[in-house]
């Protein structure tokens, strides 16, 4: 029973299914409205912990468009997610770089490698301290700074092989040449050196 009122033959005993989203005059047998949808979205846990939507959304002008879950839903947040991560990047590569005692060009280039993973989703599956100490990594070994990949392991107390790995897959991924530590000489000191 609902306050509704049948606009066929003025009755007010309407039926309304919630299973079947139909709302039926109960006098005439007039369908007031057919597949009512909901504005409203609940979140169900499944079997293997995660969370599920279940609803639809409505937009609110009435025009009845209404996207679906996966297209309008999933990409305003992964807009704000990249944003998110790029901040927290940046936040990173300054304290980490700063204890390396790095200059600003360095950070920012750092950073800019940074952006570079994140944007062919070099980040997926790896931890963020792990990625930003391989950019920082990078800028150091295409700087010629007297920075090891163990001062970083030693910073962030993690196995300098597994940094290592990810320095490695970035410089393979971005295209970077990252010069050998004894290649880090002036070209005229080094020419100096075989005369």
């Known amino acids: 029973m609902s306050s509704r009122q049948c606009k066929t033959c003025g009755g007010t005993d309407i039926d309304i299914d919630q299973a079947r989203g139909s ?3 109960m006098g005439c047998g007039s369908v007031l409205e057919d597949n009512i949808i909901v504005s409203e979205v609940q979140f169900v846990e499944n079997s293997g912990g995660g969370s599920s939507a279940v609803g639809q959304f409505v937009s609110s002008d009435g025009t009845g468009k209404t996207p679906a879950l996966g297209s309008g839903f ?3 947040l992964g807009k704000e997610s990249r944003a998110q991560t790029l901040q927290n990047g940046k936040r990173q590569i300054h304290n980490l770089g700063n204890q390396l005692q790095l200059n600003q060009h360095c950070l920012d280039t750092a950073f800019n490698f940074f952006k570079m993973a994140v944007s062919k989703h070099l980040t997926r599956g790896r931890k963020m301290a792990h990625v930003i100490a ?3 990594y990078l ?5 010629g700074t007297p920075h ?3 001062d970083l392991s030693d910073l962030l107390q993690v196995n300098v092989y597994i940094l290592g790995r990810t320095f490695l897959l970035l ?25």
Not at 139 to 143: D, G, K, P, Q, S
């Open 139 to 143: 800028v150091c070994r295409t700087e």
């Open 74 to 76: 999933h990409t305003s």
């Open 171 to 195: 410089a393979r991924e971005l295209c970077i040449n990252a010069p050998a530590i004894g290649n880090l000489l002036p070209p005229a000191t080094s020419t100096q050196c075989l005369n």
């Open 23 to 25: 709302a039926v005059c």
């Open 134 to 136: 391989a950019c920082l």
């Open 148 to 150: 090891m990949l163990l």
